[in-house]
């Protein structure tokens, strides 16, 4: 079992940049998929981005594509969203959650969820 929470949400005038950051605590993380979600007003949530267990294989939704980077560091528990060029249709709440699964990232069905923060772009 494993305890997420994410940090580094706030407000950024569009073309931006904010770094998100998922913070793992219970069972080995290294053997944790980690996915990042996102859900604004009115919308469904949203699979934006996902990095496999070793760092080596990501996933981006189109709407991220070339802004947003899922990075990880396995000796810190810790898992990153870059998230560059922003506009004002990425304001929203982001999740990181996590699996423990060697699935490359598109494949995942995470059971685990941290309890999202708020990224808001202004323009």
């Known amino acids: 079992q494993v305890q997420l929470v994410e940090s580094g949400g706030g407000l950024v005038q569009a073309g931006g940049s904010i770094r998100l950051s998922c913070a793992a605590s219970?069972?080995?993380?290294?053997?944790?998929?980690v996915g990042w979600f996102r859900q604004a007003p009115g919308k469904e949530r949203e699979y934006v981005a996902g990095?496999?267990?070793?760092?080596?294989?990501?996933y981006y939704s189109d709407s991220v594509k070339g802004r947003f980077t899922a990075s990880r560091d396995n000796t810190k528990s810790t898992a990153y969203l870059q998230m560059n060029s922003l506009k004002p249709e990425d304001t929203a709440i982001y999740y990181c959650?996590?699996?423990?699964?060697?699935?490359?990232?598109?494949?995942?069905?995470?059971?685990?969820w941290g309890q999202g923060t708020q990224v808001t772009v202004s323009s």
């Open positions: 219970g069972s080995s993380f290294a053997g944790y998929g």
């Open positions: 959650a996590a699996k423990a699964t060697i699935l490359p990232p598109a494949a995942v069905e995470y059971n685990y």
């Open positions: 990095i496999n267990w070793a760092g080596t294989m990501t």
